[in-house]
């Protein structure tokens, strides 16, 4: 995938930091908005990894820093949940103006809170789902209890939050109780998911359990078994993006279908921290390609030649099918293993090196059907002439050129 610096401005005037998440081919099909939890900021490890796994099924995901959080304007101890709101419908709006109007919101704790809040003047959005979202904005004061009365008594306080400091001042305690999410939750006529880990010290399940019984249908919840609050392992954050995607496909109008002169596109993408971890975009479909552990990598996916072989196995099935229903055969089932590597030329009568090696696929068919000994070595034959074999062993070229900025450009 690729990521993109943003900025955009809020409804007081000040810079808000963003990046935007963005499928491996820049186009796609819906556009969503990431609000992190409370202090955090759209670094935080649960944030990079949620919208990264929805970029990877096709999402552009917008995350940012609220007011005076992160690299974001403003002074944190001067704002409040209605200002993480105002924040909100500025990232949408900023969305709308610039690609195309946010589908769907996605929140982590209280950040989920607040995308519930801004989804009812959101009319874009179809879909809107929270991960360790407590029910009532004013949950988050446990966070500091013991300071509680002397904010409301001095007017502000600083209180270490994930051991950093923070200034809570009165008037964002006195701004929390004028949100009553729960009462008007069943109002929301969005689709909703709520997802939380049984395990969450920080917001108590209980709370998801409350959201869930406001809400009105289409609503669902997801247990994050073994995930932390903070979703701190990758695989957690991974993996509650993923679901979202997919979850979220069942209530978002259908995306523009591809050009057909683009059926056999293909975008691959590779950041610079990624190793060999490559994100691809295949014609409609998101893949994911990798090389093994044992070569550095990650295994997230087939290697690049296991795909050659994965094109020509699938091409060959394909093929035979094809052949075998012209002629009326009973071919009930073909299977076609394939691997690659490279062997000693020995065989080859252009080879001019005895120690020269050639790129070798070994195919092997697996026929299930009432066919005869001539129907199957028919078959065998009609493999050789899938067109994948036949792009494979003919003069081919392959045509390179440089597109987009230029060696100053980034």
């Given at each position: 995938?690729?990521?993109?610096?943003?900025?955009?401005?809020?409804?007081?005037?000040?810079?808000?930091?963003?990046?935007?998440?963005?499928?491996?081919?820049?186009?796609?099909?819906?556009?969503?908005?990431?609000?992190?939890?409370?202090?955090?900021?759209?670094?935080?490890?649960?944030?990079?990894?949620?919208?990264?796994?929805?970029?990877?099924?096709?999402?552009?995901?917008?995350?940012?820093?609220?007011?005076?959080?992160?690299?974001?304007?403003?002074?944190?101890?001067?704002?409040?949940?209605?200002?993480?709101?105002?924040?909100?419908?500025?990232?949408?709006?900023?969305?709308?103006?610039?690609?195309?109007?946010?589908?769907?919101?996605?929140?982590?704790?209280?950040?989920?809170?607040?995308?519930?809040?801004?989804?009812?003047?959101?009319?874009?959005?179809?879909?809107?789902?929270?991960?360790?979202?407590?029910?009532?904005?004013?949950?988050?004061?446990?966070?500091?209890?013991?300071?509680?009365?002397?904010?409301?008594?001095?007017?502000?306080?600083?209180?270490?939050?994930?051991?950093?400091?923070?200034?809570?001042?009165?008037?964002?305690?006195?701004?929390?109780?004028?949100?009553?999410?729960?009462?008007?939750?069943?109002?929301?006529?969005?689709?909703?998911?709520?997802?939380?880990?049984?395990?969450?010290?920080?917001?108590?399940?209980?709370?998801?359990?409350?959201?869930?019984?406001?809400?009105?249908?289409?609503?669902?919840?997801?247990?994050?078994?073994?995930?932390?609050?903070?979703?701190?392992?990758?695989?957690?954050?991974?993996?509650?993006?993923?679901?979202?995607?997919?979850?979220?496909?069942?209530?978002?109008?259908?995306?523009?279908?591809?050009?057909?002169?683009?059926?056999?596109?293909?975008?691959?993408?590779?950041?610079?921290?990624?190793?060999?971890?490559?994100?691809?975009?295949?014609?409609?479909?998101?893949?994911?390609?990798?090389?093994?552990?044992?070569?550095?990598?990650?295994?997230?996916?087939?290697?690049?030649?296991?795909?050659?072989?994965?094109?020509?196995?699938?091409?060959?099935?394909?093929?035979?099918?094809?052949?075998?229903?012209?002629?009326?055969?009973?071919?009930?089932?073909?299977?076609?293993?394939?691997?690659?590597?490279?062997?000693?030329?020995?065989?080859?009568?252009?080879?001019?090196?005895?120690?020269?090696?050639i790129d070798t696929f070994r195919r092997s068919l697996r026929l299930t059907g009432n066919l005869d000994a001539s129907q199957r070595q028919r078959l065998l034959e009609i493999a050789e002439k899938c067109p994948v074999h036949r792009t494979l062993t003919s003069p081919t070229q392959v045509l390179s050129s440089?597109?987009?900025?230029?060696?100053?450009?980034?």
């Amino acid at each position: 995938m690729t990521t993109e610096k943003i900025t955009f401005t809020s409804a007081e005037g000040h810079e808000l930091s963003g990046r935007l998440e963005l499928p491996p081919d820049r186009h796609p099909h819906h556009y969503a908005v990431f609000a992190h939890c409370f202090t955090c900021s759209k670094d935080l490890k649960a944030a990079r990894e949620v919208t990264r796994a929805l970029s990877r099924e096709g999402f552009g995901v917008l995350r940012f820093d609220f007011t005076g959080l992160g690299s974001s304007e403003g002074d944190f101890a001067a704002t409040n949940f209605s200002g993480n709101v105002e924040d909100l419908l500025a990232a949408a709006a900023f969305l709308e103006r610039e690609y195309q109007a946010p589908a769907l919101l996605v929140g982590h704790s209280l950040g989920g809170t607040a995308v519930l809040s801004a989804a009812f003047s959101l009319p874009s959005v179809k879909a809107v789902a929270t991960v360790g979202a407590p029910a009532a904005p004013a949950h988050v004061t446990h966070l500091f209890r013991d300071k509680k009365e002397v904010i409301e008594e001095e007017g502000s306080a600083e209180v270490q939050i994930g051991g950093r400091p923070f200034r809570i001042r009165r008037h964002f305690l006195e701004d929390l109780e004028q949100h009553p999410l729960e009462q008007r939750l069943g109002n929301l006529e969005k689709a909703l998911l709520f997802l939380h880990s049984p395990q969450d010290t920080t917001v108590e399940p209980l709370q998801a359990e409350r959201l869930y019984k406001a809400a009105r249908h289409p609503k669902s919840f997801i247990s994050l078994d073994g995930a932390d609050h903070l979703l701190s392992r990758a695989e957690d954050a991974a993996y509650a993006g993923r679901v979202i995607a997919g979850w979220a496909s069942r209530y978002l109008p259908p995306p523009v279908g591809t050009d057909p002169e683009a059926r056999h596109h293909v975008v691959a993408s590779l950041d610079a921290h990624a190793g060999f971890t490559t994100e691809m975009r295949v014609g409609r479909h998101q893949m994911t390609a990798d090389e093994p552990e044992s070569f550095g990598g990650d295994d997230f996916g087939p290697s690049p030649y296991q795909l050659v072989s994965a094109g020509l196995s699938a091409c060959t099935a394909m093929t035979l099918q094809l052949y075998a229903r012209r002629k009326g055969w009973d071919l009930q089932n073909v299977e076609v293993h394939t691997s690659y590597s490279k062997d000693h030329a020995e065989d080859s009568r252009d080879c001019q090196q005895e120690d020269a090696k050639i790129d070798t696929f070994r195919r092997s068919l697996r026929l299930t059907g009432n066919l005869d000994a001539s129907q199957r070595q028919r078959l065998l034959e009609i493999a050789e002439k899938c067109p994948v074999h036949r792009t494979l062993t003919s003069p081919t070229q392959v045509l390179s050129s440089l597109e987009g900025p230029g060696e100053n450009g980034g």
